[in-house]
């Protein structure tokens, strides 16, 4: 539960607006990913791939500084930590060719952005 006093750190604020953008960019992937089906260039998606590590890495920052310094829930920097390493994971994967691996991968990434999203404006 968010106290009093990670509403009012700005904390929780610039959470839910890197969970917001973060989402949008596995989202984009997402995009990309069924536009390689159809036969386009990859570069979109291999671009895409590092705003999902940029702005995951951004999100795991302030999920942590919401719970320490703000008092907030912890789990939210686990599933940060969680998204971030599956995003590494599921790169490695895609560069190898490993799709079988990749695509399951992409759908955790999205789950999980999908309900640390849910969860952060909803309060």
Partial sequence: MVTQTAKGTGYLTEFKILTALNTLA??????????????????????GAGAVHVLGLAQ?????????????AGWPALVGLAILLLGFVQSAMGGAGVLTVH??????????????????WRR
């Fill in 60 to 72: 795991l920052v302030v999920a942590v500084l919401v719970w320490r310094p703000g008092r907030g």
């Fill in 26 to 47: 596995v989202l984009f992937q997402a995009v990309t990913a069924g536009q390689l089906l159809s036969g386009a260039s990859a570069g979109p998606h291999d671009i």
């Fill in 103 to 120: 695509v399951p991968l992409g759908m955790a990434v999205f789950g999980l952005s999908v309900w640390l999203l849910v969860w952060a």
